[in-house]
C-alpha cells in the first residue's frame, strides 16, 4: 500500500523534486523492516487506506515510510499515524521524535500541527551540464 501511494505523490504544496521507481521504493520498504521498523496500517471503513513506520534508537523515534492512498487523503489518516506512532514511541521512552517531510508539503504542515517544530530545510541544488 505504502508503495502505492508514494507512486501518487500528493499534488497539493510544493511538488516533490524526486522520483524513485516503484522497484526501489519496494526495495526500501524491505529494507526498514529488516532495520527493525515497526509497521502501521491505517483503516478507513475497513479498507487499507495508509500506512507508516518508525524505528527507535537510543530514546530517538523516527518516523519513516508514511503514505496516503490518494482516495483516502484529506480524512485524517496520516494524522492518525502520526497519533499512534508518537503514542507508541512516547510508551517506550523516546524523549525526542524525528521526522523528514518535502518542505511546504501537507505533509509538514501536518506534522507542525501535531507539534513538531522546523529544525532546517534542505537544499538540493542542480547544476545543468
Known amino acids: ?75 485524517g489518516i496520516q494524522t492518525a499515524l502520526l497519533a499512534a506512532r508518537l503514542a507508541a514511541a512516547a510508551a517506550a521512552g523516546c524523549d525526542v521524535a524525528v521526522v523528514t517531510t518535502q518542505p511546504g508539503s501537507k505533509s509538514q504542515q501536518n506534522t507542525q500541527r501535531q507539534g513538531f517544530d522546523l529544525l532546517y530545510t534542505r537544499a538540493v541544488l542542480v547544476k545543468q551540464p
Open 1 to 75: 500500500m505504502v508503495v502505492d501511494a508514494v507512486a501518487h505523490p500528493d499534488a497539493q504544496g510544493v511538488p516533490s523534486h524526486e522520483e524513485f521507481p516503484r522497484e526501489a521504493v519496494d526495495a526500501a520498504e524491505r529494507d526498514m523492516v529488516a532495520a527493525g521498523v515497526v509497521r502501521y496500517t491505517a483503516l478507513r471503513d475497513g479498507v487499507i487506506a495508509g500506512g507508516a513506520s518508525f524505528r527507535i534508537a537510543e530514546g530517538i523515534a523516527q518516523l519513516t515510510g508514511a503514505a496516503t492512498a490518494p482516495a483516502h487523503r484529506r480524512r
